[in-house]
Each structure stands twice: as C-alpha cells, then as structure tokens.
C-alpha cells in the first residue's frame, strides 16, 4: 500500500497545488518570474510603501541583463516612494535572490479611477485577536528557543484559536 502523496490525502488536494500552475502563468504573462513578489508584497516593500503602491510589471532588456520593476502609486505618494527606491529594489531583489531587478518605475493614477468601483492599494485589515487567545497561544509556544520561531507560532497560534468556536 503506497502512502498518499503531501499534495493529495484521503481524495482532496491542497488548494496551493491546483492553483500554482494557474498563478505561475497569470504571473510570468506580467513579467513575474517569482510570483512571491505579488502575493507577499505587504512583507517586501514594508509596512510604510505596500499600502501605497504596488507592482504592475517587469519588463526585461533585450540583452538580459537587469529587468525593470513597474510600481503604481497615487500622484502625493510617489516623490515619498521615489526617495525609498533603493531600498525597495534592494527588499525585491531579496526576493529574487539576486539582482534581477536594476529599475524601478513609478507610474502614477489617480486614487480612484473610471472603473467603478476602483480597487484599494491596501490589504484587506487582518483579523483582530482575542487576548486571552494570544496568551494561551504564547504560553504554548513558550518552550521554543529561537525567538522568531516562536513569536511566529504565538502570532499562528493565536489567530487558529481565535477562530474556533471554543
């Protein structure tokens, strides 16, 4: 008897496996070789410039060598996100791995546009947690050395018993 494979158990496949395909396609059709830089773009640019903007494009040289990042943002926010540009392409190419990406341009709209209605740059607000759940989660995760990995697990934690109806 062979056991399941990690993507499929008891008949059901994880929702990640059957979309991968689907969002590697829709991504690289944009120039996204990496399809982290849009689905972790809050983490990446930060917590002052994701709400503000976000990635449109990459366009690769004809020589290959150095692609450029395309950023929308509204018209008041971009000289703000024009003096972080470094730092941004140096958090990207982070997520790349190497430098991939040698420019940044800012395209600039309007807040809202003709279609209505207009998407928001921001995240949709996270979920907010009950304390008592954050301290049973953080009293859980308490004998865990490496303080990242725990605060990780407490933050996990917290918001899985935040949900249950318990």
């Given at each position: 008897m062979t056991t399941p494979s990690r993507s499929r158990r008891n008949g059901f496949r994880q929702t990640g496996v059957l979309l991968e395909q689907r969002i590697r396609k829709a991504g690289e059709g944009?120039?996204?070789?990496?399809?982290?830089?849009?689905?972790?773009?809050?983490?990446?640019?930060?917590?002052?410039?994701?709400?503000?903007c976000r990635p449109v494009n990459v366009g690769?040289?004809?020589?290959?060598?150095?692609?450029?990042?395309?950023?929308?943002?509204?018209?008041?926010?971009?000289?703000?996100?024009?003096?972080?540009?470094?730092?941004?392409r140096e958090r990207v190419n982070t997520c790349y791995g190497y430098n991939a990406i040698s420019r940044i341009r800012v395209t600039q709209t309007a807040p809202t546009g003709f279609a209505d209605p207009q998407a928001a740059f921001a995240a949709a607000p996270k979920p907010a947690v009950r304390p008592e759940c954050a301290a049973r989660a953080a009293e859980q995760a308490g004998e865990i050395e490496n303080p990242e990995l725990r605060a990780a697990l407490s933050r996990l934690g917290a918001h899985i018993l935040s949900k249950s109806p318990s």
């Open positions: 944009r120039g996204f070789a990496v399809a982290r830089l849009l689905t972790h773009w809050d983490e990446i640019a930060g917590p002052a410039l994701a709400p503000n690769y040289a004809r020589k290959g060598f150095g692609a450029t990042l395309t950023v929308l943002t509204t018209g008041a926010f971009a000289p703000l996100l024009q003096a972080q540009l470094p730092r941004l």
